[in-house]
């Protein structure tokens, strides 16, 4: 009997995430609107860039080519430790539309981000703000189809998912587990709708917010001394009451999401403890789940297929309905095929370096994240 209801809570768990992960996908396919807004309000492109000297060429390139008539781009060169300040000085040159900053000495209460995009902020004379990292690959519509989107949907801010590559196939070992919460927690669809702090999502490589906004809220300071800032700005103005939308960005912006297996376990993990508020008991919360309901499954139908267990088929199907559920996630994120199969590894991945998240935070040690220790 007790087999019996654990192999069917198996089963109602590949259910719920089958149904959760369709329902986030069906929204991001049908709410973004195509691009047809090409000259509107001013529109300032923001990038913090600190030691990007071999990655941001490509990406000032691309902000060249945009069909969108009314920008500017500002780059801040964040206390680089390598020729970042000159790749970017350099380039600007006779570019009237671009502008670059030398970031000023990080004070006290600041985390490095938040304070570089603090600065552009003050810098930027756009009605909208679009801060994108040094080392994306803009499509030559992205303003237009951002400012497209913010007028439709009318919202305060928006976000979304670039399309992700990597440089190393081992990194898809690891960084699929990003799409965890759009996947199993974070109900998209209830952005626009719901008051809740939690219903907000954003990923700083792709923000987008109203200047009027920021004027409000002081800019960057509400989230001075967070490592995730964007995800904390994304709760902090939907607390305040801002509308958000979270679009799929994929073909209109991309680029590497880490650049090695170390980069990625070490960006993973400097905010996933910051990520629920620095509380515990989600993680314990989430580990359980994924032990008892996810992974251990498997051995049991294993074991139960060569025992003659019957048990090992109702285990089989909620096994199944997990691997549909990634699989899609995989698909829509146009990843290889081969990451669905790795989804054992992706959540085994996810409880490690939880505990370790949690392990450096209380022992106050930091991460080491781009030549500074963050704590």
Not at 209 to 219: A, F, H, K, P, Q
Not at 311 to 338: C, E, F, H, N, Q
Request: glycine share 6%; with cysteine.
């Amino acid at each position: 009997m007790t087999g019996t209801v654990y192999a069917w809570l198996v089963i109602t768990t590949g259910i719920y995430m089958l149904i959760f992960t369709l329902a986030n996908i069906i929204y991001l396919r049908t709410v973004s609107r195509k691009s047809t807004c090409t000259d509107g309000p001013m529109v300032s492109v923001l990038i913090p860039a600190r030691n990007e000297a071999a990655r941001i060429g490509p990406t000032l390139e691309c902000l060249t080519e945009q069909d969108y008539k009314n920008y500017e781009v500002i780059v801040i060169d964040d206390n680089s430790d390598d020729n970042t300040w000159e790749v970017i000085r350099h380039f600007s040159e006779d570019r009237s539309r671009f502008r670059i900053l030398k970031g000023r000495n990080l004070p006290d209460g600041w985390k490095g981000k938040p304070y570089a995009m603090q600065q552009l902020t003050e810098a930027a004379a756009g009605e909208i703000l679009l801060f994108i990292d040094a080392d994306m690959r803009p499509g030559p519509d992205l303003i237009t189809w951002t400012v497209t989107n913010m007028e439709h949907h009318k919202v305060d801010f928006l976000s979304g998912y670039p399309m992700h590559t990597t440089p190393e196939k081992m990194e898809y070992l690891l960084f699929p587990v990003m799409y965890l919460a759009t996947s199993f927690l974070l109900p998209l669809w209830l952005f626009r709708h719901s008051k809740t702090y939690m219903f907000s999502h954003a990923i700083g490589q792709y923000f987008c917010v109203r200047s009027r906004v920021l004027d409000e809220t002081g800019g960057f300071q509400p989230v001075r001394n967070k490592i995730n800032e964007d995800i904390q700005m994304a709760r902090y103005l939907k607390g305040k009451g801002f509308s958000q939308v979270f679009l799929d960005a994929k073909k209109h912006i991309s680029g590497n999401m880490y650049d090695s297996m170390q980069h990625a376990r070490m960006g993973i993990m400097r905010v996933l403890y910051e990520y629920f508020d620095n509380k515990i008991y989600p993680f314990i919360f989430m580990s359980f789940v994924m032990i008892v309901l996810l992974l251990l499954p498997i051995p049991l139908a294993i074991t139960g297929a060569f025992t003659g267990n019957p048990l090992s088929r109702l285990l089989g199907i909620g096994i199944l309905l997990v691997l549909a559920a990634w699989g899609i996630t995989m698909m829509d994120r146009r990843l290889p095929w081969y990451t669905t199969f790795l989804y054992p590894v992706h959540f085994i991945w996810a409880i490690i370096l939880s505990v370790h998240s949690i392990f450096l935070s209380k022992k106050g040690r930091g991460y080491l994240w781009k030549g500074r220790t963050v704590h």
